[in-house]
């Protein structure tokens, strides 16, 4: 008699979100809301969420200054692809409300890419692009904590004010290499 050892997969969730008003619909934030499962659209507004375990999800897409949307009842299936019908994110009318963090990171040399950004105990997340830059938006005025997390670099943790209807940039944060 033989043993039959089936391994379960990932699978991936995909799909274009863009912009009701046309501009760039590059980096807009998808994500599986309380897990750093995260990717970006590139300038089509195209993404591809890898390695998502089997099982039912909701996804958030978020750009700053326009609202978010929350997908759910998103099954994923091992070893297949899930697509997401496209969807178009639209202008946020109440964008004087909240505010935006925006800024660099980097290895006090080089852009990191694929920087973790995240409010701490909050759903707000994002990830560096390519030349280090980040943007979280829609975020309520008040004391935060930022979380900045790349694998084979020192998580940093900032405190930073944010102000209704203001961008708050803290450019020049420097991950240092190490656990």
């Known amino acids: 008699m033989g043993l039959n050892l089936s391994i379960k997969r990932p699978g991936e969730i995909l799909g274009t979100v863009k912009l009701k ?45 326009y609202k978010d949307i929350i997908c759910s009842n998103i099954i994923v299936n091992s070893n297949q692809n899930t697509p997401v019908p496209p969807l178009i994110l639209k202008k946020n009318q109440e964008a004087a409300l ?26 707000h997340i994002t990830i560096t692009d390519s030349d280090g830059n980040y943007c979280l938006g829609n975020i309520l005025p008040g004391q ?31 991950l240092v290499k190490g656990i």
Do not use: C
């Open 98 to 123: 909240y505010g935006t963090i925006t800024g660099k990171i980097t290895d006090g040399r080089n852009f990191l890419a694929g920087a973790l950004i995240l409010i701490y105990g909050n759903e």
């Open 21 to 65: 008003d046309g501009t760039s619909h590059q980096n807009i934030d998808v994500y599986i809301p309380g897990s750093i499962t995260i990717t970006q659209t590139d300038v089509n507004g195209n993404y591809v969420l890898l390695n998502v375990p089997a099982g039912e999800y909701q996804l958030k897409f978020s750009k700053a200054d």
């Open 144 to 174: 935060y904590k930022l979380q900045i997390y790349k694998q084979g670099f020192k998580t940093k943790t900032l405190d930073i004010m944010v102000t209704a209807g203001k961008t708050t940039t803290i450019n020049d944060i420097s």
